[in-house]
Every structure is written in C-alpha cells, then in structure tokens.
C-alpha cells in the first residue's frame, strides 16, 4: 500500500494542518509517511499544497507526480495540479468552494463536500479543514480513529487551553466529515 | 610614580609596530595595555580586531587575539564574550568599520547590551584604504575619494550620540582624544568595569591620522582641535 | 544550547567563530542571498582554521523570497570565498542523513578545524518523515582555542606580502589535500556492469535510485554515482564508476552547477554519451528521471 495524496488550497485554508494532523495519525496507525509543504512566502491567499505519502514501506523521496488523491480547495489551486492528476485519481473537492463544472477537464471519480458551507452552517467556520480532514481519512479507511483523534487533539491543545469549545467544534467536524463521507458511499 | 614606556602586556617581539609615525593607534593601544595592567587582567582578557588599521593590532599584545573581517569584530566579539563569560573581551575598530560596514553589528550588540567593551578609533576616514571618506568625515574634509574637500551636506556621524537612546540604561558610552591619556585610561576603565556588571561600553577614541590628512606636526594639531570642537569628548552615556 | 538572533548572517557567522575560538559548538543555518553573506564569516574560518557549521536550506535563485527548493547553492558552498574554498560540504538525500550527516559535520569541523557545510534544500527542511535517532553522535570534543591554558594566541587574517600568504596557502592546501582523502566519501550504487550511470547528488538523489531500482528490475544495467561530500569530491570514484558504462546522466535542480563538476571529474573519458536533466529550482521526481533513462536505454 502506498497512498499519494495531494492538498491543494491556499494559505490560510489550513492545508498544512491537515497534513500534519493526518501523518501523525498514520505514523501512530503503524504506517511509514512522508509529508512536504509547499507553498510561496504568503502567509495568506497564495496557492498552498501538501504532498503527503502514507505506506507500508519506506518513502524515498517527498515529492510525486502522479496523485492517488487529490484534494482541491480552492479555485486558484486547480491549475497547479492539473499534472498531478492521472485517470486513476480520485478527487476530493469542496463543492460549497467551487463548483464540479470548473472541474470537468478531469475526468475521473470525485467526491463533493460542501465542507466551507457546512461549517458556517452546523459549526464554525475555523474548522472547514478539520471537515476535510474527517472525510479523507473515512474515504482512506486505514487511518484508525482512535489515533485520528489523538492526532488532532494534541495539535489543537494550544487553542484548547484558550477556548475550551475548540475542542468540541473540531471533534463535532470531524465526525461530520466521516459522516459525509459514509452517507455518500452507502457505508 | 612614572609609568613604564610600554606596558606589560604588550608583545615585545611584535615592536617597532607597523603604525605610521604619528598614528593615533599606538597611543591608544599604549593606553589601554596600561589599563589591562592595572586590572591585571592580560591572562583573561580576549582582544577582537577589525579591519583597516586596527588590524595591525593583531599581534601588539601579549593577549589572545583573533583578527576578524571588515565591520564583524563586534560580532565575534559576542560569540567569544557568549562562549566564555568569565573573560573581559574587548573588540577593537575604526570609524569605517564600526560605523560604516558594521553599523548594524554596533545596533545589535548595543540594544541587546552585549557584555563587551568596544573600542573605536575615529580618524574620520578609511585610512588603510589610501584615506577615503568616511561616515566621520568632516563637512569640506579632503580625502582622496573627495579630493576637493568632501560636498557632504550631512554632519559627520556621532556614534556614541547615536547609540546612546537605544542603549539598555546601564550600558557605558564615551568619547575621548587620543591627546588625553588620563581619559583615556579612564573610560576604558570605566567601560571594562561595566563589562563585568554584564553591560555593552563603547568608547571611542577621537584621533589622527597624518598619513591620508597629509598633515604636518602643526597642521594635524590643528585639525584635531577643529575636530574637538565637533566631537565633544565625555561621557555620554553612563556615571561621569 | 543557547540561541542567538542576531541582526544578519555575517553577525551569526562570526559569533559562530567567536564561540567556537571559546571552546564552544556552535552553528547558523541560512540559504539564498544570506548564504552569501555568510561566505564572509566562512572564510575567515577557513584561514585561521576555526570549526564552522553551516545548514544551508538552499531554495530557488537568483530570486530573492522564493523560499521552496533548488540545488542551485552548490557552487558558492564549495567555492563562495574568496580563497581556495578550503571547506567541507555534505549533501544530504534523505531525512536520516540530514541528522547523520549533522553529526558527522560537527565531527569533522571540530576534528580539523574547517568550515562544514550541510548543504540541504528546501524539501529536507520542511519536510516531515521518519528518522532513526538511536545512533549515538561520537563528535570530537570542542577545545577552546583562545583561553586554552598553553599559550597566548595571535590569530590573523591579513598577510602584508604575497610571498606570506603564499606560503600559508601553499601549507593549507598540502594539507586540506590530506584531510580530503580521509572524508571524501560517496555511494556507487549497482555501477560495476552499469552501461548507463547516472550521476545525483542530494534529495535528486533520492529520486534517483528510486528510478534506478525500477529500471533494474526490468533487468537493465543501470547505476548510480552519488558524492555525500561535494567537497571534497571523489573524482576517483566517480572515474571507476564508469567504467562499463556507455551513457551518463547527470540529473539536478540547477543548470549545470553539479554538472560541471562531474565532467571535470570524468575529464579524459572520451567515448562516453553525456545526458543531462536540468531543472533549475524545481523538484525532479522519480517518475521523471525514470522516463529520462528508459529513453537512453
């Protein structure tokens, strides 16, 4: 096994902390990873992408071509990856971001999560990636919940110290996302 | 009691200096090798050059001495001073170096008030370099980039004045002349004793330079004393 | 360990120097235009013989800003001074040998008084992944060389005569020339019956043998030459490398910079194919550098 997973929002969007979150998770889930950021030097607003490789045997090199996943969050990001993506990519996108017809030149399986509306609507909107992050790690099955969990508390244990709430808005956004997620597939 | 010619802690095999005649160097150096007597602090002291003819210095004492590049001997200094707390570490420079290329280095040592006793040298120009304008250079000066006598419409540069307000409160600022031995020794006192309360010193040393001011015994006198009335020597910052 | 901001790099690089004249390891770390302002610290190490380590993040120039990845720094940490570039440099490829390769610079600068570069690039320091850190660091003691108890020492940089610094040049490089043949180091990879040898060096490098392991599968004669020390760099090797070999491909992230070196090395070979895939400031994938040589078979 050896997943190829490609972020691709802009700054600010909270693409790095979802890579972060997500390969701490695996690591502890047994798995080998490998994570690159990769973004200018705007803090905010320019395209901001996360290679990510999750697998069972060593990660030689950081970065890939080709993308098992590809996770779209922004307009401005598609341009960048359009040669990461291959027919057998499977795109996960933001359709409350933007809409399926502005990816049509991609012919392959996609998944559509309003994750920007439903949290502005059900939550916060702060925690639109934790959404994201819930959803791609249902969608790649092998991450265990219980270290998912871990994973994204001890991140935001700062923020929790600050605002208790934090806590249950993040939680509360990542069953969302797993829920979205096993609702689409029938699961 | 008269004092010896040279002090102790000077390297004798390192004499004659390569200082021109007439240099102000010497008479600095002399000075505060007396003062590195008096503390009888040789054994413990580190002496950080720059470059220009503070160089030449490299091998005047008897004390560890390590050579550093143009504008940098403030910020070696602050690695030794770092690395070795217990030693007094005195960095030696010229106006061009501290003032020019090594401002910033001066800024940060200053503001963060790094233990450690500058010297500074102010010639009011470059003078290893064939005596170029400088940041010290007096308005109308002849240097040999401004042979007509410098167009600046700027005043020269007062570094202790300048560092003076971001200075921590405790950090010892002066100028002196190198005609005033008994300041001299004074100051560099002084700023060495606030090295060991743990706080920056500067002082800076007006002095002469005959080779590139093309001047005479009587006409460097004379300038020098013009200068004196720009450069007012005393403290600037710290206990009188 | 203490931490210093200071105000730019030659402010870091000589308090590097002062603290290591203090008996104390120390480093900076920089890439860009401020690795070239520390070349002004760097070679004053490298004339009064000071340890110094350098990381050097290196990223996409002559752009100032551009912050993500290049191999385009190769040149001026080998040969930045304005001396004889009398400096050590190790090229990472990978996470473990960034923390492996740090250890060993901090061992070398300290065991011969030597500025040590670890030239890294943008991917390696940002990049999360696994690393053993069970190795125990057996690094050479860090002695004071001002204050060392024995003698007074009058340290220089500046030579009145050009017959003086000559002479110090000429005694430095006999001996940079011995010290060069006890850390050169490199891997040769499946080069022995290799018709085509591909030459990398860094994260590239990486990629690499990636690509080199699947063409192999497919039962091709393919190899890798990889320098871990861009300098000093092991022309030896790299000559018997080739021995079999047909084609090289010399592959990285700048144009020409690494490619220079390895011709120059392989000077006198005269029938061998040369390759080359340049990508200045961009990454280079394994996929890429597989296509690359699935055309030269």
Redesign the interface.
């Known amino acids: 096994m050896n997943s190829k997973i490609l972020i691709a929002g802009e700054g600010g969007q909270g693409v790095q902390t979802i890579a972060k979150i997500l390969i701490k998770a695996a690591y502890d889930s047994g798995k080998k990873v490998g994570y690159l950021p990769n973004f200018g030097v705007e803090q905010r607003g320019g395209v901001s992408l996360a290679y990510i490789q999750i697998s069972d045997s060593e990660i030689v090199f950081p970065k890939f071509d080709k993308a098992d996943f590809a996770i779209i969050l922004a307009r401005r990001a598609v341009k960048r990856i359009e040669k990461n993506i291959t027919q057998k990519t499977k795109i996960m996108f933001d359709n409350s971001i933007l809409k399926e017809s502005e990816l049509s030149d991609f012919r392959v399986e996609k998944i559509a999560i309003p994750a920007s509306r439903m949290a502005k609507e059900k939550l916060i909107p702060r925690v639109f990636n934790t959404i994201i992050l819930g959803a791609l790690a249902e969608e790649l099955g092998f991450i265990n919940e219980k270290d998912l969990k871990k994973s994204l508390l001890d991140h935001i244990a700062p923020k929790i110290k600050e605002r208790h709430e934090i806590k249950h808005f993040n939680l509360a956004g990542l069953d969302l996302g797993r829920k979205t997620i096993r609702d689409i597939s029938g699961r | 009691m008269s004092q010896p010619r040279l002090p102790k802690c000077v390297n004798k095999m390192s004499k004659p200096s390569n200082f021109c005649p007439g240099c102000g160097h010497s008479l600095t150096l002399k000075n505060l090798g007396f003062v590195i007597d008096d503390l009888r602090i040789s054994s413990s002291t580190i002496f950080a050059t720059d470059i220009g003819c503070s160089l030449l210095a490299w091998d005047y004492f008897d004390i560890d001495t390590v050579q550093s590049h143009h504008g940098r001997a403030a910020s070696i200094a602050v690695g030794l001073k770092r690395a070795l707390p217990k030693t007094t570490v005195i960095s030696y420079m010229g106006d061009g170096g501290g003032y020019s290329i090594g401002l910033n280095h001066l800024v940060g040592a200053a503001r963060r008030n790094e233990a450690i006793t500058v010297i500074l040298v102010n010639n009011t120009l470059y003078a290893m370099t064939g005596g170029q304008m400088a940041p010290t250079t007096y308005k109308g000066e002849s240097t040999s980039s401004t042979p007509e006598g410098s167009f600046a419409k700027e005043d020269p540069f007062l570094g202790p004045e300048f560092l003076a307000p971001i200075c921590h409160k405790e950090a010892f600022l002066a100028r002196t002349s190198v005609d005033n031995p008994i300041q001299i020794k004074k100051y560099i006192k002084k700023a060495i004793q606030n090295q060991k309360n743990g706080n920056f010193s500067l002082v800076e040393v007006l002095s002469y330079c005959p080779t590139n001011w093309k001047t005479d015994a009587k006409r460097t006198i004379n300038f020098f004393d013009y200068l004196k009335g720009f450069y007012k020597t005393g403290v600037i910052k710290g206990e009188q | 360990m203490?931490f210093?901001q200071?105000?730019?790099e030659?402010?870091?690089?000589?308090?590097?120097?002062?603290?290591?004249?203090?008996?104390?390891k120390?480093w900076t770390a920089t890439a860009a235009a401020g690795h070239l302002l520390l070349q002004?610290?760097v070679?004053?190490a490298e004339a009064?013989r000071i340890p110094f380590v350098a990381y050097i993040g290196q990223r996409g120039g002559p752009s100032t800003?551009?912050?993500?990845y290049s191999q385009q720094e190769l040149s001026i940490a080998r040969d930045g001074g304005n001396g004889e570039g009398l400096r050590i440099v190790l090229g990472p490829s990978?996470l473990q040998e960034l923390y492996d390769l740090t250890i060993l610079a901090f061992d070398l600068a300290w065991r011969y008084h030597l500025p040590v570069f670890i030239l890294g690039d943008g991917?390696l320091s940002?990049?999360?992944?696994?690393v053993d850190l069970s190795a125990k660091a057996r690094v050479v003691k860090a002695d004071?060389i001002?204050?060392n108890g024995k003698r007074?020492?009058?340290?220089?940089?500046?030579y009145s005569l050009e017959e003086e610094i000559a002479r110090v040049l000429h005694r430095e490089l006999k001996d940079y020339g011995s010290i060069a043949k006890e850390v050169e180091k490199s891997e040769v990879y499946k080069c022995t019956d290799a018709k085509i040898v591909v030459f990398a060096w860094g994260?590239v490098a990486?990629?690499t043998?990636?690509a080199v392991k699947k063409i192999r599968k497919d039962g091709h004669a393919v190899g890798l030459f990889r320098p871990i020390t861009l300098k000093p760099f092991g022309a030896t090797r790299a000559k018997q490398s080739v021995r079999n070999a047909k084609k090289i491909l010399i592959v990285e992230s700048a144009f020409g910079k690494f490619g220079r070196l390895v011709t120059e090395a392989l000077f006198g070979i005269s029938d061998i194919e040369v390759e080359r895939l340049y990508k200045p400031a961009e990454?280079i994938?394994?996929?890429?550098i597989e296509d690359k040589i699935r055309k030269m078979l």
């Open positions: 203490i210093l200071t105000e730019d030659p402010a870091a690089g000589f308090g590097v120097l002062g603290a290591a004249l203090g008996g104390k120390s002004d610290a070679v004053a009064m800003g551009t912050v993500i990978n991917y940002k990049m999360t992944g696994e004071p001002v204050q007074v020492m009058n340290l220089r940089n500046c994260s990486s990629a043998k990636e990454g994938t394994p996929e890429e």
